[in-house]
């Protein structure tokens, strides 16, 4: 199914954004649009293994970087675990993109699940983790006259939902609320060159009683050790901190060491006022741009002393909407970036202050979106392990179950090789979005999938990220950790449960009302937690669900909501908009009068 963005879809050149909004500089060339494709058996080894041969002969063109179950890629064929699927396309570096003892990167958003990469038959890299960044040394292996042409090929392996990897909502069996698995490329494919000495990634930390900005550059690991060094041995970066034209501060600071930037008077971020700050770092002769907000986050109690979510140490009503990000013509990746636009656009339009990513990392353009519109987020990590029992992850919709996560097996984790894998994807995915300004809660676990130790993640993410809340179990099967208590409510009433403890208390998942709008659907199936036949009759339920149930809560404790969902998807009719994002299901009015009730005060 189309959506308003198809038609505009430029082959040759989707999404050519720059993909790294936080780390940006000159030295870009993206390598999205057609390349040549393959899918083959596997190699020797067991399934998904890879160290396969190359085809000799191509099966035809595919569109990077859709997976090639979406109809954007052009093939609309599923991949299976026991098949490998080959990309191939020339790689020629323009004259000049390369400084003199430079290095070249070449960078993958995302590739899902395993892949190897090769250039002129050479392994330069691989990676396991769908959902991940990862980037090759390819300066060697380019080696060579300027403007010459290489091969680049590209190896892709995905057991999907048969192995323990991550694999969030992807269901090679789908329906109802599993998904279509998808493989291979899924976000952009991109080459920078950088100098020796350069800066590989940025911390930026608000410290709003510090009244400062606490920035850690980290340098690059080059040949020969031209980042080595460490306190004053160090090489020195260049910190700028610009509000507009106007520079606010600079200071000078050896890499690996928190340079504590002043930030007098600082305007603070608000998802009413998403100001952000401009950030520039030079180290050497390499230069990157970025930006921070000045927020802080966290749970603390009102005047009357119940536990709130606060934004800059004041109590904060965080109305959210889930948002799976799926798209009925590029399945896991958006269209194009005005699409990304849209949804949060069309969300804060609508009324909503947050938007809780369900199971997914988004490119990082979206959370940059999030970023400069004003719209809070919530970070599901990745779910997977083994089969999920249905008395583990169903029964707690209507009875109330309370199992301890310590039983591995249960919960699809006996697996010690896929909890290890788990724990380090959970550890890089703090490190990939720790900068994100709007990010206000991390979420490692929902409703039981794949479900371990929750108490013991929690502690592990908080250590890792401190200025964040933690929602440990979001759903069911509560271990008592976290800073919130986590509930999902389908098929009954919401009642607010008596006080337990001082976490806060948040409706994570609710609602859910099903509309089929003919024209609009994926198919004949149809999947809510309660059906409606018009949008007169969807529009009186929300209604009344929200001012009899929700908006009373509010006072007796409810902290934050997250309705289910932004948009339909699959076989789910039970989205806010259609699918294809073309027809809004209730009248805009209605949403923003009931989501201006849900407010502290």
């Excluded at 410290?207 to 340098?219: E, F, K, S």
């Excluded at 779910?383 to 699809?412: C, E, Q, T």
């Excluded at 809340?469 to 759903?475: F, N, P, T």
């Amino acid at each position: 199914m189309p959506t308003r963005w198809t038609a505009t879809l430029d082959r040759d050149a989707p999404l050519p954004e720059y993909p790294r909004p936080q780390l940006a500089r000159d030295s870009y060339l993206n390598l999205n649009g057609v390349w040549e494709y393959a899918v083959m058996a596997q190699g020797p080894g067991p399934v998904g293994s890879l160290g396969g041969t190359p085809p000799e002969v191509f099966d035809g063109e595919i569109v990077v970087p859709f997976s090639p179950e979406s109809p954007l890629s052009g093939v609309g064929r599923q991949l299976q675990p026991d098949e490998a699927l080959w990309y191939r396309r020339d790689l020629a570096l323009p004259e000049r993109f390369v400084p003199r003892g430079g290095r070249v990167l070449l960078h993958f958003g995302a590739v899902d699940q395993s892949c190897r990469v090769l250039v002129d038959g050479v392994e330069v890299g691989r990676h396991t983790g769908g959902y991940l960044p990862f980037a090759c040394d390819v300066t060697d292996a380019l080696a060579g006259a300027p403007g010459e042409a290489h091969e680049l090929l590209v190896e892709v392996t995905d057991v999907s939902d048969t192995s323990f990897h991550a694999r969030g909502k992807q269901n090679l069996g789908r329906g109802g609320i599993w998904y279509t698995a998808q493989s291979g490329i899924w976000q952009t494919v991109w080459v920078e060159a950088v100098p020796a000495l350069h800066v590989a990634r940025l911390t930026l930390v608000p410290d709003l009683p510090g009244g400062r900005l606490d920035v850690t550059v980290h340098a690059g690991e080059t040949p020969g050790g031209a980042g080595g060094g460490v306190g004053q041995d160090a090489p020195v970066a260049r910190i700028e901190v610009h509000d507009g034209a106007t520079l606010v501060a600079q200071v000078d600071a050896p890499v690996g060491v928190v340079a504590r930037v002043p930030v007098p008077d600082p305007h603070l971020w608000t998802p009413a006022d998403p100001h952000l700050y401009d950030v520039t770092v030079t180290l050497g002769d390499d230069e990157v741009r970025s930006y921070a907000g000045l927020r802080s986050f966290g749970v603390g109690p009102d005047a009357q002393g119940v536990p709130r979510l606060l934004l800059n140490g004041e109590p904060y009503f965080h109305a959210g909407v889930l948002d799976q990000g799926y798209w009925s013509d590029g399945l896991l990746t958006a269209p194009s970036d005005e699409a990304l636009v849209h949804d949060i656009a069309t969300m804060k339009d609508l009324g909503f202050t947050m938007l809780r990513k369900h199971i997914k990392i988004e490119p990082l353009r979206w959370y940059h979106h999030c970023d400069r519109l004003g719209m809070l987020v919530w970070q599901d990590m990745v779910n997977g392990g083994g089969p999920y029992r249905p008395a583990v992850v169903k029964a707690p919709v209507l009875l109330p179950l309370r199992l301890s996560d310590r039983f591995h097996a249960l919960f699809g984790r006996g697996d010690a090789e896929g909890r290890e894998e788990f724990l380090r994807e959970v550890d890089a995915t703090v490190e990939h979005l720790r900068d994100v300004v709007s990010l206000a809660v991390w979420v490692p676990f929902n409703e039981a999938w794949g479900q371990f130790d929750a108490a013991k993640v929690a502690a592990r993410v908080k250590a890792l990220d401190p200025t964040r809340s933690v929602d440990h179990a979001s759903g069911w099967h509560d271990q008592g950790a976290g800073n919130l208590r986590s509930l999902h409510v389908y098929f009954k009433q919401f009642r607010v449960p008596p006080r337990r403890d001082r976490r806060a208390l948040v409706l994570s998942e609710y609602g859910g009302y099903n509309l089929r709008v003919e024209g609009h659907v994926a198919g004949e199936k149809d999947f809510g937690y309660a059906t409606y036949a018009d949008s007169g009759a969807l529009g009186a339920a929300f209604e009344a669900l929200h001012r009899e149930q929700v908006v009373p809560a509010i006072a007796r404790g409810l902290a934050a909501t997250v309705y289910t969902q932004l948009s339909d998807v699959e076989d789910e009719t039970n989205g806010l908009l259609t699918y294809d994002r073309e027809v809004a299901k209730l009248p805009a009015d209605l949403v923003r009068a009931v989501n201006a009730e849900l407010r502290l005060g």
